[in-house]
Antibody
Framework: EVQLVESGGGLVKPGGSLRLSCAAS????????MNWVRQAPGKGLEWVSS????????YYADSVKGRFTISRDNAKNSLYLQMNSLRAEDTAVYYC??????WGQGTLVTVSS | QAVVTQEPSLTVSPGGTVTLTCGSSTGAVTSGHYPYWFQQKPGQAPRTLIY???NKHSWTPARFSGSLLGGKAALTLSGAQPEDEAEYYCLLSYSGARGVFGTGTKVTVL
């Protein structure tokens, strides 16, 4: 069974940093592209970033480019999202998704002073 | 960045049929946008129903189908059930693997 478990969310001040993790199990992690998607409270889904299976191809939404960095460790079956220079508008539940087919349950990031 | 538009809300009778659409500000939606459709119920993570325009996952109920219709991506629900009441989002891919979600459609089964 495919399982994706996000962690690392929490409360952070504007301008601060946070690193999200996504632990994958139940499939060959190194064979799949991975994505981060977020959802602000009461709002719609927003695609954030994607990374190919070997990290050769990485893409970001304009809203996070230059501030967020996606990475993966195939040996540890883990996906990461390093978030710097956080803003109030980055407050959201962050989901990791395997090829946009399987989803984790999300981790809440709150940016507030 | 492209804007992807969906109907804000639609109502369907139990057992009825409804079609949701997904349009792009850049022009006609094609198979090259690899349209996805997701269902999300309150308090839950999204669930993927359709990928690459019309392909279903093993968990996708047969009453859901995807297509291209009049320059847009479309999700048709035939034989609506009470449990289909949810928010539905489409996603289109641009410039490689950059995705843009649609604005979402709230479907009410009434």
């Amino acid at each position: 069974e495919v399982q994706l478990v996000e962690s690392g969310g929490g409360l952070v001040k504007p301008g601060g940093s946070l690193r999200l993790s996504c632990a994958a199990s139940g499939f060959t992690f190194s064979s799949y592209s991975m994505n981060w998607v977020r959802q602000a409270p009461g709002k719609g889904l927003e695609w954030v970033s994607s990374i190919s299976s070997s990290s050769s191809y990485i893409y970001y939404a304009d809203s996070v480019k230059g501030r967020f960095t996606i990475s993966r460790d195939n040996a540890k079956n883990s996906l990461y999202l390093q978030m710097n220079s956080l803003r109030a508008e980055d407050t959201a539940v962050y989901y990791c998704a395997r090829s946009l087919s399987h989803w984790g349950q999300g981790t809440l990031v709150t940016v507030s002073s | 960045q492209a804007v992807v538009t969906q109907e804000p809300s639609l109502t369907v009778s139990p057992g009825g049929t409804v079609t949701l659409t997904c349009g792009s500000s850049t022009g006609a939606v094609t198979s090259g946008h690899y349209p996805y459709w997701f269902q999300q119920k309150p308090g839950q993570a999204p669930r993927t129903l359709i990928y690459d325009t019309s392909n279903k996952h093993s968990w996708t109920p047969a009453r859901f189908s995807g297509s291209l219709l009049g320059g847009k991506a479309a999700l048709t629900l035939s034989g609506a059930q009470p449990e289909d009441e949810a928010e539905y989002y489409c996603l289109l891919s641009y410039s490689g693997a950059r995705g843009v979600f649609g604005t979402g459609t709230k479907v009410t089964v009434l």
